[in-house]
Antibody
């Protein structure tokens, strides 16, 4: 079955960087758009970024566009989120998720990971 | 502030029906499908309803969705204790070129 496992979270100082990973299994990773979504403490879900199946199509939320980078390695079935210039408001659980349909993005996320916690604090 | 508007909470007794509303605009719900997610804290969110009213396999038919204009709703009939969770609506937004979520509605089973 589909499995998504995030890693790389932890405590980082304001202004620092962190790279999150998402290991995928149970489906043909290279066929699907993938996305990152986060949930700050006490808040709702916030979509962050999409990457297309080949990695050439990328969308970002304005809140993180200038600071975060999304990438993927289809040979390793892995998705990444490089986070730079981190702020206290980036403290959240970060989820990776898979699109329901192959080949395009329509915002239907049928599988999610358990999330990895990022804490930005001095 | 979330782009889609949901009431923060609702509640009901076991067996009753509750409805969760989601309000958006012409660039999101007005033009695109609405999807609903169920989330229990500490777990992975779960796709509950997609394309306004479709249920993934394994989702009980107690859950149903609808959309009209720039609003959507999720109904839970025959409320059960395991339905106590947070529910989020979401849709693609053509102006923002990305997905927007509602702020979430916490359902409490009394």
């Amino acid at each position: 079955q589909v499995q998504l496992v995030e890693s790389g979270g932890g405590l980082v100082r304001p202004g620092g960087s962190l790279r999150l990973s998402c290991a995928a299994s149970g489906f043909t990773f290279s066929d699907y758009y993938m996305t990152w979504i986060r949930q700050a403490p006490g808040k709702g879900l916030e979509w962050l970024s999409y990457i297309g199946d080949s990695g050439t199509t990328i969308f970002f939320a304005d809140s993180v566009k200038a600071r975060f980078t999304i990438s993927r390695d289809n040979a390793k079935n892995s998705l990444y989120l490089q986070m730079n210039s981190l702020r206290a408001e980036d403290t959240a659980v970060y989820f990776c998720a898979k699109e329901r349909y192959s080949g395009y993005a329509d915002g239907i996320f049928d599988s999610w990971g358990q999330g990895t916690l990022v804490t930005v604090s001095s | 502030q979330p782009v889609l508007t949901q009431s923060p909470s609702t509640s009901g007794t076991p067996g009753r029906r509750v409805t969760i509303s989601c309000s958006g605009g012409s660039s999101n719900i007005g033009r695109n499908v609405v999807n609903w997610y169920q989330h229990l804290p500490g777990t992975a969110p779960k796709l509950l309803i997609y394309k306004n009213n479709e249920r993934p396999s394994g989702v009980p038919d107690r859950f149903s969705g609808s959309k009209s204009g720039t609003s959507a709703s999720l109904a839970i009939s025959g409320l059960q204790s395991e339905d106590e969770a947070n529910y989020y609506c979401a849709a693609w937004d053509d102006s923002l070129n990305g997905v927007v979520f509602g702020g979430g509605t916490k359902v409490t089973v009394l």
